[in-house]
Structure formats: C-alpha cells, structure tokens
C-alpha cells in the first residue's frame, strides 16, 4: 500500500502530526501517513517514494540500497548498531555546512532507515536536496547581529531566489538587523521598521533606512511601491493576517516573506488561512524555531514557483495496518 514518511523538525512532531491528520505511525520522529506524498508545512524533509525492502543481512541491507542508487543518508531510530553496520558499506555521504550563497546540492540523496533487525524503510527521493532538511551554513559570527539571517539565507538557498541589488525591500520588525544585514549586503536599499533600536553599524550600511515606528503604525501609502516585504514582527500570527490584507489591498508589493511566530499553542487555523492564500507557500526551515515562514512571490518575476498547497478536501483516510497508533516524539 502506498505511503509517505516525514520526518517532523525537531520538537515538532505533534504539529505534523496534526497538519497530517491520517497517521499510521510515528518512530522518534519520523511520521508514516497512507497516500502519496501531501503538502505540509511542518515537515523538516519528506521520504517521496518510500518502500519496504526485506533484508536478509547487514551486507544485503548495503547491497539493496546501492542497487537502487548511488547516495543515502540514514536517519536511525532503531537496531543503532546494526544500521550504522549498513551505513558503513554505503559510499560515504558528507554532510558539511555550506557557504552562504552556495546553490543547493544537485545530486539525488535517499534517506532510510532500519525499521525492524530485518526491514529497512528507504526512498530513493527525498523533498528536501540536503540530508534530512537540515541547512547548515558556515556561519558568519562578525558581521551580522544575530543568528536570524539564518533564517533568511536558508529561505533563499532553497528557492533559488533573492532580492537583486536595488530591490525595494521593507524589513518589519527588522531589530537588532539580521535580515537588514542580508538585505544590505544583497545591495538592496531597505527601510527597517521597528520599535526597538537597529544595530548601529546596521543602520549605517549604505542603503539602509531605519524608522523606530510600529510595524502596524506604517501606512503603505507614505512608503509607495515595494518589491520585497518581509516581516518579522513578534506579534500573534491573526495580527500578522491582518497586517498582510492590509499591504495586500495596497496592491504595491511584488513579493512577501513573513514569519508566523506562536507563543503558546500553534495557531494552526491562522496557519491553514495563510497557506490557503493562492500561490503562497508555508514552510518550516531548519532554522525556524516555533514559527513558520510565509512565501508569495510575484508569479512574472518567478515563474517557476508554483507551491503545491494543500488539499482542503480532506486527506486519504486509508489505513496502513502494519502500522500502530501515534505517539509522542522520543
Ligand atoms: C525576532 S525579532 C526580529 C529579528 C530581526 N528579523 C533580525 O533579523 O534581527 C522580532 C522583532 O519584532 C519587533 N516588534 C515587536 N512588535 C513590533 C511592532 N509592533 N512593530 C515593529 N516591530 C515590532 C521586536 O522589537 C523585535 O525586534
């Protein structure tokens, strides 16, 4: 029967859980659902074209693999030893962090893992190009102010898409100017609004604009046209759905990047509202804490993105039967 594994950013397993709905099993946090492969928002990678492969040794375990390709990443959850046995009889995968600007990596990367001592679940495609999601960059401990532009160059990284140089760009809730220290550097001219200070160095970068204002306060009529909204804003996600009609029905900015933040309890409704939104995506990066990220980019400038949303009608409610009854990450 056809299936799909997750695999749930860490802490998160519940959240993925949920967006699923359908569940057949949860190992650590790996999330098996019945169906073929469904959008969601909180999942870290996603195993396309799972299967269950018998195995009869450790060196048949390694041979099966390499017969189906070249590259694999195991995420071990059970018989430890025994998997990394297999492991060792696979070419090497490195997985170094990358500098930032790198493309992603090209080459087709499975993921598996040692189920039960004689059954390995394996997928030769994975959603995310990097092993298990995780986007790890040499970072920069100088010149940004804080470890948000993270967030930024991850997004970039996978959409192979980022402001040109003098792009527009509005940074809300831009303090103390991680995101600004991109887009600067990226050559854009960026006004920063916050009602806490910017760095000072940040704020001299050429380019840079600050106004020490509410995010909510800022007409968009006074700032006119803009190419690139982000929005970082601590604030609760339905005031952030608010904040976005409103530069929406301004009807001036080509492209949006906002973070949803929950304090407390994932506001999963506000969520669902924002990936309903046509042409816009909802993602958790690597390096997104309780939060997701937001997309909509303007379909001219980039056509080729065209995010798969998710199913309103309700998802595949078929029943796995191998498979147990969800239970909490490990
Ligand atoms: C996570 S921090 C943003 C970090 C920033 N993106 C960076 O890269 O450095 C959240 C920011 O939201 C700001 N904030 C909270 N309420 C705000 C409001 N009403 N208007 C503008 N900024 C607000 C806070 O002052 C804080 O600087």
Redesign the pocket.
């Known amino acids: 029967m056809e299936f799909t594994v997750y695999l749930a950013p860490k802490g998160f397993t519940n959240e993925l859980i949920y967006e699923l709905g359908d569940v057949a099993e949860v190992v650590d946090r790996l999330v098996f659902a019945p169906g073929p492969p469904r959008p969601v928002a909180w999942a870290q990678n996603i195993w396309l074209n799972p299967q269950r492969i018998q195995i009869e040794s450790i060196s048949d375990g390694a041979n099966k693999l390499k017969a189906l390709q070249r590259n694999w990443s195991l995420w071990s959850v059970r018989h430890n030893r025994r998997a990394r046995l297999i492991e060792e009889q696979l070419p090497a995968v490195r997985s170094k962090p990358v500098a930032i600007g790198t493309p992603p990596p090209r080459s087709p990367l499975g993921a598996w893992t040692l189920l039960e001592r004689d059954v390995i679940v394996a997928s030769p495609s994975c959603s995310s190009p990097f092993p298990h999601g995780e986007v790890q960059f040499m970072e920069n401990k100088i010149d940004p102010?804080?470890r948000?532009?993270l967030k930024l160059w991850e997004l970039f990284t996978l959409l192979e898409a980022a402001p040109k140089a003098e792009s527009v760009c509005l940074?809300?809730?831009?303090?103390?100017?991680?995101?600004?220290w991109v887009l600067a550097s990226l050559g854009c001219k960026v006004l920063t609004?916050?009602?806490?200070p910017l760095e000072p160095r940040i704020e001299n970068m050429p380019g840079v604009d600050y106004r020490m204002?509410?995010?909510?306060a800022l007409d968009p009529r006074e700032v006119g046209p803009v190419d690139w909204l982000f929005c970082?804003?601590?604030?609760y996600p339905d005031r952030l759905w608010r904040l976005v009609d409103r530069w929406r029905t301004f009807g001036k900015v080509r492209n949006f990047v906002c973070t949803l933040k929950f304090q407390g309890p994932t506001d999963h409704e506000t969520a669902a509202k924002f990936w309903a939104f046509p042409g816009s995506r909802l993602v958790h990066l690597f390096n997104n804490k309780h939060e997701l990220t937001w997309v909509l980019l303007d379909k001219e400038e980039f056509p080729s993105f065209a995010p798969e949303q998710p199913d309103t009608g309700g998802a595949d409610a078929a029943n796995l039967g191998e498979f147990g009854m969800p239970v909490d990450e490990a």
């Open positions: 102010p804080n948000a532009y940074d809300l809730g831009g303090s103390p100017g991680g995101w600004t609004v916050d009602k806490a204002l509410s995010a909510f970082d804003v601590a604030c």
